[in-house]
């Protein structure tokens, strides 16, 4: 297994003899023998371990276990406890998904602070069929279908060519301790449901299920070769990216033969899973505004594309604005001067400049989002308006009214920004001083 070990490590290049890695090791049996393979290799190790705090007396004998470990091979061991239930609850995710965030985010910071090269984990050929029977089972494109990769950014498993029934006959061989952890055996996590259940089934069907499942697996890698070169070719006809948002043509989507999988392949990356992806599809012959949303992104069916941005939280702030101001609100800069009228006074034409009677106002103005509820009295109609009301009627799109600025005086809005003034604070053949704000 040795001498197997390092051919792979060579052919597919994970790693140099000269390079120090920090290695996840847990107690159990992959892992300490992945660790007794690095050490025979003199390899120069980290040990990072994770005390979840899930198995009571048991987690804290792994990490007594594991510190002891590093100190019969001479490698430094950092150690840390994690509230893993508690995280779990808070984010509303999986004890699995929990530990999972809590380990890698983890990993890599101790990787920095002892300028490690990669973070190495004893994940192996078993786990590889375990991960694509999950992803199947949750919903996939082709890359869930590619199983585990051998190395990603600065992830490596080395074990990926070996089977867990190989591991532990080298375990054997080699009179190795390693923990049993119980819960590998109950069935409470998905993965062990299909460790314990669902392969051996398979099994029945077929005695070489293993083999089998990882020839599919190198045949799907294959395959998404492909797969994304067509993908990537065919995207430069419907996808455009503009100050941070993601524009999907929908005329072009639509001329696609399968554009569900277009779909998918684009917007997976950021938390669009299966169903939500159909449910995009079938709103594209609805009317316009249907906002899809995951944890940190949002995607608005628009009029003419679908458009992506990243999620933040409304700006419910007020800003002051006075007579001789200038603030500047994100991108936009808003400027005002306050003068007395002259005898031949020309409005602006440019839907960015705004002229008040000063006379009206209350000082100093303020600068707000909208909300719900709000009203005022648009120049050139009769009666009070919902500013919603006035979105609808004019098409603005969910970004449009996202970005959409009031200006108020008192309790009064008094300017939609850059859109229509309050005809209460018009200039009329009476008014004195004017109040000029322009945005830009």
């Not at 992959?30 to 371990?49: G, P, Q, R």
Request: with cysteine.
């Amino acid at each position: 297994m040795h001498r197997k070990l390092v051919r792979h490590i060579e052919k597919e290049e994970l790693f140099n003899r000269n390079e120090k890695l920090l290695i996840a090791v847990s107690g159990g049996l992959d892992s300490v023998v992945l660790l007794h393979l690095l050490h025979k290799m003199e390899m120069d190790c980290v040990v990072a371990h994770c005390n979840f705090q899930l198995r009571g007396q048991d987690s804290d004998g792994d990490e007594d276990f594991v510190i002891n470990l590093g100190k019969e091979y001479n490698f430094p061991v950092h150690s840390i406890t994690f509230e893993t239930t508690d995280y779990a609850k808070e984010n509303g995710i999986s004890i699995e998904m929990a530990a999972r965030d809590l380990r890698y985010n983890w990993f890599e910071t101790i990787r920095k602070e002892n300028d490690c090269q990669y973070i190495l984990t004893a994940h192996h050929a078993d786990d590889v069929i375990e991960t694509v029977l999950i992803n199947l089972a949750r919903g996939t494109g082709i890359h869930g279908l590619t199983g585990i990769k051998a190395k990603k950014g600065k992830l490596v498993r080395p074990l990926l060519p070996f089977t867990r029934e190989e591991i532990k006959t080298y375990a054997e061989q080699n009179e190795l301790e390693y923990r049993e952890d119980y819960t590998n055996i109950q069935t409470d996590f998905v993965r062990n449901k299909i460790r314990h259940q669902v392969i051996p089934v398979l099994e029945e069907i077929n005695p070489a299920i293993q083999k089998t499942m990882n020839e599919n697996v190198r045949r799907f890698r294959d395959v998404e070769q492909i797969y994304n070169q067509d993908i990537l070719k065919k995207r430069l006809s419907f996808v455009d990216q503009e100050e941070g948002r993601l524009l999907i043509l929908i005329a072009g989507l639509k001329k696609l033969t399968s554009p569900v999988s277009h779909l998918y392949e684009l917007l997976q990356p950021y938390g669009f899973h299966s169903r939500g992806i159909v449910n995009i599809i079938e709103s594209l012959d609805s009317i316009s505004g249907k906002m899809f949303y995951t944890e940190n992104y949002q995607l608005l069916r628009d009029r003419d594309y679908l458009v992506l941005t990243e999620k933040g939280e409304k700006d419910f702030r007020e800003y002051q604005l006075d007579k001789n101001d200038r603030i500047e609100l994100g991108e936009c800069v808003f400027e005002s001067k306050l003068f007395d009228r002259p005898l031949e006074f020309k409005f602006s034409t440019d839907p960015h400049v705004a002229c008040f009677d000063a006379d009206k106002l209350t000082f100093p103005l303020k600068l707000r989002k909208w909300k719900e509820g709000d009203m005022f009295h648009p120049i050139g109609m009769k009666g009070r308006k919902k500013v919603s009301d006035y979105f609808i009627d004019n098409k603005f799109s969910l970004t449009d009214k996202e970005n959409a600025w009031l200006l108020v005086s008192g309790e009064e809005i008094v300017w939609l920004v850059g859109h229509r003034m309050d005809d209460r604070y018009k200039i009329t053949k009476d008014t004195l001083s004017i109040y000029q704000v322009s945005v830009g």
